[in-house]
């Protein structure tokens, strides 16, 4: 189908004209008269203008849809509070009770079975090719039932350089957004053996050909609008299938939330912002600037706040720690029926590494200068910091020295100029 776009000039955002006539004309363009329409939106760890895009889709379509529902695409994050939900949409109480009144608000729950409805199964010979051969094994499809009550599926969503994916966007608020543990599982870890520097940043991964594969199993009309910004800004809007609107939100993405450096640094103050409540979040502080660490360098993940490695899986990575890749595959029939989301975590965290001889070196150092003990983050196998000890202003303006200071991290990717060799280049 045709994608809608609207895309603001360099360094300028869009104006809510422009959003709103973006919205009309998508949906003019698909009618949605008396249809179910079920937004898949994300959580409150991306940055995105939400409450402009639904407030506009929701002015557009309520005199047409029959019902128009809203899912938080939590994938294995925590559910979110009443409070929370209203933040994320950008909804005051006089507008929950007003005009989004008839609007539900659903929490995707992706380890309760019952919560979930199989769409069928990946064969291993499809995997197999997907995954240029790295894996060969089928690979069973769950989706959130709840969303097969809805004749459409709006996904609403910002696109970003993604560790797993290549891009987020898309397709990937299905999968893992309302999807099941196999599909999650599986093509985290395939992410995970392919390594972070060489899907993050790129668009036709093995992982986006998997998740683009499994919601073609979704039995539903899909659409999606796919936001491009940043905090302070709102570059692009485009609306039309999932795959074609991702499709051009991922090449504005790569232009605006891509940073090439000259030099690697030997020291990088990662500072994750309030949105990152825990490791398994914050960890994006560290998949984001990996490429850009010297060899044998520092990134400290710096986030006074965070007290939490994972309110869902914080047990299991206590139990496993944060470890390379090749740790895992070395020994892989030790830790070959963990949940291979969390394995894929754990590399992404640590980084780039080696396993011989019983020896684990990693490329870098990742040191948390959280509120997470110290006695915990050697658990882990990650190193501490006292965070009080830190001053962000004694980190600012020193790249001549080889130390970089990034205060919002998490969601801009930095690159160097060169690639070097353990990066793929």
Known sequence: METYQSVAGEGASLTDEAVGSVVAEFVSSVGFTGKKILCVVPDSTRTAPLGQLFAHFHQEVSGRASQIDVMIALGTHPPMSEEAILKRMEWSLEDREGRFKDVKVLNHSWDDPSSLETLGTIPASEIRSLSGGL????????????????????????VFPHEVVGFSGGNKYFFPGIGGPEILNFFHWLGAVVTNPMIIGNKWTPVRKVVDRAAALIPKERYAFCMVGDSKRYAG??????????????????????EYKDKAFNQVLSQAPPMYDEL????????????????????????PHLSEVSEVHGELIREIGYHCRDYFLEQWEKFKDYPWGVLAHSTHVHGIGRYEDGIETPRVRVTLATQIPEKECRQINLGYR????????????????????????????????????????
């Open 386 to 425: 006292d965070p009080e000890s830190i001053c962000p202003q004694d980190f600012q303006n020193r790249e001549e020295d080889g130390i970089l200071y990034v205060p919002k991290a998490g969601e801009q990717l930095f690159h160097l100029k060169e690639r070097p060799d353990w990066a793929g280049g």
């Open 237 to 258: 809007l485009f609306a039309g299938s999932p795959e074609g609107a991702w499709d051009r939100a991922s090449d504005l993405s790569a232009h605006l939330h891509i």
């Open 135 to 158: 894996f060969s094994m089928d690979v069973e499809v769950q989706l959130n039932r709840l969303a097969l009550d809805y004749d459409c599926l709006v996904v609403m969503g910002p």
């Open 280 to 303: 398994w979040v914050a960890g994006k502080c560290m998949y984001k600037l990996e490429p850009i660490v010297a060899e044998g360098g520092e990134l400290i993940i710096y986030a």
